[in-house]
């Protein structure tokens, strides 16, 4: 059957049909779904690094998938396949719409990369602070930068600009968790799945849509696999989860990806068993030490999760259990080469990580766990976990 000839019966009076306005254009989507099922434009399989545990915490085992390793340098990868995917199968793009999305930078550099392949007009809406570094990957691939001045909603601009001109907005915060296809063998938590058996997933959530996804699938396939968001600090994530209110607001995260100043529609409440707040020094420095571990430099939001990982293996250590943890390796540290690596910077931004430097290097060489001696360990939830 030729897809750019109508096959509809012409409508009678009285009723509409739109089946021959865009003909050519259900050409052109179709080549571009094809083009995303085929194995070239796939997320690509990523290795399970097994992090080395000391002696003390004997039956317990640490992995880190390595999603740096995506064509487009992080586990947005995933992400950016699937909204393409979702977005063409939904009717939202024609031959010729541009695409805008609101991103700090890796959402932005992976849909950047899929729209270059389909030959679609890409354009970011990014923070007025974007390191050049992060703007320079999007044009490489072709894309168009847009900075929001100083206080500007990505979301309001990202929006607005689609609007003005004729474009589809992307919306990540929205479509994460419906795009991702979750009962797929082909998704991040089925591909962890068939490597080991975790009991407990752990990650920073900026869309909640990998957290998600994980715990979808854990309930679909009946697994015992837990999902922990790790939240750093001024993430209004943390208190709409523990308040179950989804109108909290917070300042906003200083680590750069998760976190976010308000509850995003991707975040759902219920798939999420724990979260644990991260202080940014904390993720900073177990961000540096995991580098010695890892032989590769991550982002500082793995940091964060690899923190929250420590956090629920001093549990199982105080209570005698053995179990398996797995986390993400979200992106590369040569992105943060200017920021999160450079001590100048995380002084101007008031991250003093040094003092987190020693309790995360001794935990990882002896099991010990002695935090620095200012730290006060942020709240537990006053709420019952959600669906345990
Ligand atoms: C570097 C980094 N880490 C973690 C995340 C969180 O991923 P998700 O949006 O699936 O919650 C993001 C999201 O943008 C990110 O850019």
New binding site residues.
């Given amino acids: 059957m030729s897809l750019t000839k109508s096959t509809a019966t012409p409508p009678r009076e009285g009723e509409e049909d739109i089946s021959d306005l865009y003909p050519e254009d259900r050409g052109w989507v179709t080549e571009c779904l094809s083009r995303l099922r085929d194995q070239r434009l796939q997320p690509k399989k990523t290795r399970l690094i097994e992090f080395p545990l000391p002696a003390a915490l004997d039956g317990m085992k640490l992995f880190v998938k390595n999603e740096s390793a995506q064509p487009s340098g992080?586990?947005?990868h995933r992400?950016a396949h699937a909204l393409f995917t979702n977005a063409l199968a939904s009717g939202c793009l024609r031959d010729g719409t541009p695409v805008f999305e609101a991103?700090?930078?890796?959402?932005a550099i992976s849909e950047a990369w899929y729209s270059n392949e389909l030959g679609i007009k890409f354009n970011a809406v990014m923070p007025s602070g974007t390191s050049e570094e992060k703007q320079q990957a999007v044009r490489d691939l072709k894309g168009n930068v847009i900075l929001a001045t100083a206080g500007e909603d990505l979301v309001t601009v990202a929006r607005r600009q689609a609007e003005q001109s004729n474009g589809h907005f992307m919306d990540q915060f929205t479509y994460?968790e419906r795009a991702y296809d979750w009962r797929s063998e082909h998704g991040l938590a089925p591909e962890l799945c068939r490597e080991v058996e975790p009991d407990w997933f752990v990650m920073?959530?900026?869309?909640?849509?990998?957290?998600t996804s994980v715990g979808r699938y854990a309930r679909y396939t009946n697994r015992k696999l837990r999902v922990c968001a790790t939240d750093p600090e001024n993430s209004a994530f943390l208190p709409g989860w523990r308040d179950h209110d989804r109108t909290a607001t917070d300042k906003g995260s200083r680590i750069?990806?998760?976190g976010r100043p308000r509850m995003e529609p991707s975040f759902l409440f219920p798939l999420v068993n724990r979260m644990i707040r991260v202080h940014d020094a904390a993720s900073v420095a177990t961000m540096r030490v995991a580098a010695q571990y890892l032989g590769i430099e991550p982002?500082p939001?793995t940091g964060t999760g690899l923190f929250g990982a420590v956090q629920i293996l001093l549990g199982m250590q105080a209570n005698r259990q053995r179990g398996t943890i797995a986390t993400v390796l979200?992106?590369a540290g040569s992105r943060y080469t200017a920021e999160y690596y450079n001590d100048d910077w995380l002084d101007k931004k008031g991250i003093d990580y040094r003092a987190w430097m020693e309790p995360v290097e001794r935990f990882f060489k002896s099991g010990e766990w002695q935090p620095p001696v200012n730290f006060s360990p942020a709240p537990r939830p006053s709420a019952t976990l959600w669906n345990m």
């Fill in positions: 992080s586990h947005k992400l991103s700090s930078g890796s959402t994460a920073g959530a900026g869309t909640g849509g990998t957290v750069e990806g998760i982002g939001s979200c992106d």
